[in-house]
């Protein structure tokens, strides 16, 4: 009784769907670990900003934009980047960039010279500026993590309201990271806004007057209270809102400040000649009461 021949081809016929069996596991496990990767891959790309910050009219303002990337910097291979910024529509000219700088507390320091921050052919305007930076030498690559530029802002003489700051979807080409090949290096890039307003404005109807008296005081006795109801507002969008004697600070002294200016017939259109006598009044409680109308500073 020979059963050797049966036995042998009943363990190939096995072998065979076994091993089929096999393979489609472990295809289908490097497809999900494919899949996992370049979720990882797109969740570790770099990632810019932009704020909301305000401004105050006919002055000017710094703010560094940042960056942060989870990625491996070597392998992204970031040696370049276009850098563009655009105001509103790009064709005003206040408020207006008044500076970009690359070369300073950037994550392009030590990397970037002067020479190799170009900018590009007619993009050099108020509202519209883009620039090519490259790193000085092919092969040496950035860590996208801490600040991108610092950008200055000059507000002389502009229109009190919302202006759009764009990276990207504007009238030109969007900004984007690079590597040493020029390949587009995956990245996220979320746009802000610059809000220029006249120190004082506390109801935000676009002018200082009498109106603006109350709001203050409350902003001062409850400046969390005030920033939330009013778009839930930073401590430094605060400062910028109530610095109406221009020392840096919101405190007492912005108030009496803004009285001064509504005495003198600043502020408005039709003079004041008196604060309310209700205002005085109010004050004066509010002196003696000490703890209920405290001083803000902010730094």
């Known amino acids: 009784m020979n059963r ?19 393979r489609r596991i472990i295809v289908g496990l490097i497809t999900s670990i494919g899949i996992l990767a370049g979720a990882v891959a797109a969740k570790s790309s770099p990632i810019v900003t932009v704020g909301h910050y305000y401004v105050a009219k006919n002055s000017s303002l710094s703010v560094s934009l940042p960056v942060s990337d989870s990625g491996n910097a070597a392998t992204e291979d970031i040696e370049g980047m276009t850098f563009t910024l655009q105001i509103a529509a790009g064709t005003g000219s206040s408020p207006a960039i008044s500076s970009i ?4 507390g950037t994550i392009w320091t030590g990397e970037v010279s002067a020479d190799d921050v170009i900018p590009a052919l007619d993009a050099n305007f108020p509202q519209f500026q883009s620039f090519a930076v490259i790193t000085d030498v092919q092969g040496e690559f950035v860590n996208a993590n801490g600040t991108l530029a610092t950008v200055g802002f000059n507000a002389n003489g502009a229109p009190l309201g919302d202006y759009d700051l764009e990276l990207t979807a504007n009238k030109s080409s ?6 040493g ?7 996220s890039f979320t746009n802000g806004t610059l809000t220029v307003v006249e120190p004082g404005d506390f109801n935000r109807d676009l002018h200082v007057d009498a109106s603006d ?9 409850n400046p969390a209270t005030y920033e939330s109801t009013h778009g839930n507002l930073t401590n430094a969008q605060l400062t910028v809102l109530g610095d109406v004697n221009n020392d840096g600070k919101f405190n007492n002294a912005d108030l009496q400040a803004l009285l001064n200016l ?33 001083a803000r500073c902010v730094r």
């Open 181 to 187: 090949l020029q390949n587009t290096v995956a990245a």
């Open 213 to 221: 008296v109350l709001s203050m005081m409350q902003a001062l006795t």
């Open 101 to 104: 700088n690359f070369l300073t």
């Open 4 to 22: 050797g021949p049966e036995t042998t081809i009943e363990t190939t016929t096995f072998d065979v769907i076994f091993g089929m069996f096999c």
């Open 174 to 179: 969007d900004s984007k990271f690079t590597d």
């Open 262 to 294: 509504l005495h003198s017939g600043g502020g408005s259109a039709d003079p004041v000649p008196e604060p309310a006598s209700w205002v005085l009044a109010f004050l004066a409680l509010a002196m003696v009461a000490g703890s209920r109308l405290y």
